[in-house]
């Protein structure tokens, strides 16, 4: 296929740093990122409603998609917390002749808490046990996931 298109899974737990490393990613291969929290803010959702975050997740899956399609670069920032999920959007992407790549973000939960606190975006505030249930409950990527995907892209900066 003459222009394949990449897809970009950035995973990981709240506060591990996904946005910033999209938005560096971005700026190197011109992409479209996907945040479910960027539209659920500017539609004026509570980010902890999660039936309208799967709403969300199954639009931008679409147009990532049909970015693909067109030979260009999508990131994905959904969180991604389950194997199965990122499965799904691997297998997709494959299917459509593109590129795939996995980072996984992680940090300890304290470390998480205190940089979700500071930024103060959630209300009603996360909780540091939630980010400890989280923290316990993401299924972190094997090698033999890993595996399954082309090397991950370094941002340039
Ligand atoms: N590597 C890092 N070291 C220290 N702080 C960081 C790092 N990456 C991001 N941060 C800071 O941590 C906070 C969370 O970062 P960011 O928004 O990129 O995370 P996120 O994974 O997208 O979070 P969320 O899942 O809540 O959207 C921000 O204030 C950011 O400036
Ligand atoms: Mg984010």
Do not use: C
């Not at 923290?135 to 941002?155: G, Q, V």
Request: negative net charge; aromatic residues 8%.
């Amino acid at each position: 296929m003459s222009n394949p298109g990449r897809l970009i899974i950035i995973a990981g737990l709240p506060g591990t740093g996904k946005s910033t490393l999209a938005k560096k990613l971005a700026l190197r291969f011109q992409a479209t990122i996907y945040s479910p929290d960027d539209w659920m803010d500017a539609l004026g959702v509570n980010l902890w409603d999660n039936a309208v975050r799967d709403a969300v997740e199954r639009l931008q899956w679409q147009q990532a998609q049909d970015i693909l399609r067109l030979g260009g670069t999508a990131i994905i920032e959904w969180g991604t917390w389950a194997r199965s999920e990122r499965d799904i959007l691997r297998i997709g992407a494959r299917a459509l002749g593109s590129a795939a790549e996995l980072h996984f973000l992680d940090a300890e939960p304290a470390v998480l808490y205190a940089r979700m606190s500071a930024r103060g975006r959630e209300n009603p505030p996360i909780t540091l046990d939630q980010l400890q249930a989280y923290s316990a409950a993401i299924e972190r990527p094997t090698a033999e996931e890993l595996a399954f995907y082309d090397a991950p892209s370094e941002p340039l900066s």
